[in-house]
Nanobody
Framework: VQLVESGGGLVQPGGSLRLSCAAS????????IGWFRQAPGKDREAVSS????????YYSDSVRGRFTIAIDNAENMVYLQMNGLKPEDSAVYYC?????????????????????WGTGTPVTVSS
C-alpha cells in the first residue's frame, strides 16, 4: 500500500499550487481520501477530504473557497488545487486514506483513525 505525494514547493503569497497523490495497493472504492497538513510546532489538521462512495466532501474553515479536492478515478490519483495561498498555509501536506470519512475531517481527532498515510510534501508560501 502506498500514497505518494508530489507538487509541493515554494510559492509567493497569492499564488497557486496543485498537490498530487498517487494511490496504489488498495482499492480506493473502499476508502475516503483526503489531505492533512502540519506546520512546525502545530497539531496536524485535516484540510480537505472526499468520499466518492457517497460524494461527501470536507474543507476546513481556513481553506474553504480557496482549495479544491478532486479524484481521477481511472488513475487512482487525488489532487488538491490550492489557490490564493497565504503564508499560514505553509506546512507539510500529507495524503491520507481512511475507511471512515469522519477520520479525515476536523471531527476525526487529528487523523488518529487514518488507515494509510503518505510521506508528505512541503509547501512554503513566502515572498
Amino acid at each position: 500500500v502506498q500514497l505518494v505525494e508530489s507538487g509541493g514547493g515554494l510559492v509567493q503569497p497569492g499564488g497557486s499550487l496543485r498537490l498530487s497523490c498517487a494511490a496504489s495497493g488498495f482499492n480506493l472504492d473502499s476508502y475516503a481520501i483526503g489531505w492533512f497538513r502540519q506546520a512546525p510546532g502545530k497539531d496536524r489538521e485535516a484540510v480537505s477530504s472526499l468520499d466518492r462512495r457517497d460524494g461527501r466532501t470536507y474543507y476546513s474553515d481556513s481553506v474553504r473557497g480557496r482549495f479544491t479536492i478532486a479524484i481521477d478515478n481511472a488513475e487512482n490519483m487525488v489532487y488538491l488545487q490550492m489557490n490564493g495561498l497565504k503564508p499560514e498555509d505553509s506546512a507539510v501536506y500529507y495524503c491520507a486514506a481512511a475507511r471512515l470519512f469522519e477520520y479525515l475531517t476536523d471531527a476525526g481527532g487529528h487523523g488518529h483513525g487514518v488507515d494509510y498515510w503518505g510521506t508528505g510534501t512541503p509547501v512554503t508560501v513566502s515572498s
